[in-house]
């Protein structure tokens, strides 16, 4: 049986409902909402009926002028304008076969296993794991890897830029236009701190470019994405930027745009533009659990960009200023503890021995918070400032140093390439001469002297035992850590840890400040005292 609408004057107990002045206003207010999106609106007078409410010269106008607003603002003009120096990257790379390969290594993975780029993309990329621009073939197959990203032309002579990860290692790179044609590009240079690569495309000489802004986006500026995800090249999205200055894990110089317009993979390498289409970043990342877009990708600063392919252009390879320190956040507790106002700068765990900063008398437990009078954030801020200099450049930092504010100039270095791992021969080894040690009251610890345990050196007190439920624990004190310094005080036994908590206890403190040996490498903890 079919359902079919009643007519109610059919009826026989049906009766006309007579009008109401409550129903005409109702009626009225519910067309005033619709006279804002510009339709033909009527008023109702219980007296005289419907009425023109845009029957006079005046109301026409008006109504013109809404009709005006309301026609939507699309992004055609300023798509009509970049999208032809937008270009489509495919790569091949030909995987050569080890005799060191194990057969369960995943022959996916363009980066070094365990490189940051390698864990991002573990964590953040598609269901095999690949950064958004590139797809191989089938999994645990060997032979030629393809990959497709995105770029653009940044001069009319073929100079373009893309991201790193879309063509490293590439042996042969093709770039198609937007009108359709296609191009063998060289690499001129690739920078895999910050995911950029410089590109040079052979066979013309006029080209349509963008350019790089110089401007900062606000969070909230329209922001247009066009790429070629999975291989639909010429595609324009749009979004706003969501948030800046994002950290995702890949190194000490992210500093990412946020934006939530649709990037899929292919994408990377492609340009974010601004409503000036200007180039605000470079597509270069995704969150996406399911492989897809998810209203979250993260763009390269075209400041970034600028400073990088200048570097790459003139050189092929990016230098970065250096200054040899281990750094780590200052936290609440750790400012308290220093007894800083703010929670802010950047506290040296450990100077690099024969570094500059070494040479020039900065210490452990000392806190960079300016470089060359400008104020410095954090850790990552330092590590970006720092890194946006030139070796050889003269700088000079202010430094908060057991209290007291100082001044220290010194010359930067060129960062390694890759930083020797520090041998900890004497720390590796914690097995065969573990003491049960002493305990330390309300910290949760057990320690002994690190003389008295095989392996551990002769410096501070070896940590024994962790209580699970102590604060320690909660920071992540295990066993085998070594404590070096208690309150800025060498430690050599449980004796001169209590000394020095008493010591802050006296001076009012909330928590001690702890240097820390783990593994190869140090680092400041802040641990709270228990009251009492």
Not at 206 to 218: H, I, T, V, W, Y
Not at 228 to 253: C, E, H, K, Q, W
């Amino acid at each position: 049986m079919t359902d079919r609408p009643t007519d109610l004057s059919s009826l026989p107990s049906y009766r006309a409902p007579r009008r109401s002045l409550f129903s005409a206003r109702k009626f009225a207010l519910m067309a005033s909402v619709v006279a804002g999106l510009g339709v033909a609106v009527y008023g109702f007078s219980p007296s005289q009926g419907p009425g023109n409410i845009f029957s006079s010269p005046a109301h026409a106008q008006v109504n013109n002028e809404v009709r005006k607003v309301e026609k939507p603002i699309g992004f055609a003009d300023i798509v009509e304008r970049v999208k032809p120096s937008v270009i489509s990257v495919k790569v091949n790379i030909n995987e050569k076969v080890s005799k060191d390969d194990s057969a369960g290594k995943d022959d996916d993975s363009p980066f070094q296993p365990g490189s940051p780029m390698e864990r991002f993309f573990r964590r953040f990329g598609g269901p095999d794991g690949l950064p958004p621009g590139l797809r191989g073939g089938p999994r645990g197959g060997r032979g030629a890897v393809t990959g497709q990203g995105s770029g653009f032309f940044i001069s009319a002579d073929g100079y373009a830029v893309t991201n790193n990860h879309v063509v490293d290692g590439a042996d042969k790179v093709e770039v198609t236009t937007d009108d359709g044609k296609t191009y063998t590009a060289k690499v001129i240079g690739t920078d895999p701190r910050t995911d950029v690569a410089l590109i040079k495309v052979e066979g013309g000489s006029n080209f349509p470019f963008a350019k790089l802004s110089d401007g900062k986006p606000r969070i909230g500026d329209w922001v247009l994405a066009v790429g070629n995800p999975f291989g639909l090249g010429g595609t324009v999205t749009a979004g706003i930027v969501s948030a800046s200055g994002r950290d995702i894990g890949n190194g000490p110089y992210d500093d990412f745009i946020q934006i939530d317009a649709p990037v899929n993979k292919g994408n990377s390498g492609g340009p974010a533009f601004d409503t000036s289409g200007e180039v605000m970043g470079v597509n270069t990342a995704i969150y996406s659990p399911s492989g897809g877009s998810v209203g979250i990708a993260f763009s390269i600063p075209a400041s970034t960009v600028k400073s990088v392919i200048a570097q790459l252009k003139d050189k092929g390879s990016v230098s970065r200023g250096w200054i040899g320190v281990q750094i780590q956040p200052v936290t609440s507790d750790i400012a308290d503890s220093l007894g800083m106002k703010k929670a802010e700068g950047a506290l040296v765990a450990e100077p690099q021995a024969n570094g500059p900063a070494a040479k020039a008398g900065i210490e452990s437990g000392d806190v960079i918070t300016a470089v060359n009078g400008e104020s410095v954030k954090d850790a990552r801020e330092l590590a970006r400032t720092i890194g946006g200099l030139a070796p050889g450049n003269a700088v000079k930092l202010n430094v908060l140093h057991k209290g007291e504010d100082k001044v220290i100039n010194l010359t930067l270095g060129q960062l390694p390439n890759t930083l020797e791992a520090k041998a900890d021969t004497d720390n590796n080894d914690k097995g065969g001469g573990v003491t049960r040690g002493t305990d330390v009251p309300k910290l949760g610890l057990t320690v002994a002297p690190a003389n008295s345990v095989a392996g551990a050196g002769k410096d501070g007190v070896v940590v024994t035992e962790v209580d699970p439920k102590s604060a320690a624990a909660e920071r992540g004190f295990k066993e085998g850590d070594v404590i070096l310094e208690v309150a800025g005080k060498s430690v050599t036994n449980a004796g001169d840890i209590r000394e020095a908590i008493n010591a802050a206890r006296t001076d009012n403190k909330n928590s001690v400040l702890m240097r820390v040996k783990s593994g190869g490498s140090s680092r400041f903890v802040a641990l709270p005292l228990a009251k009492g």
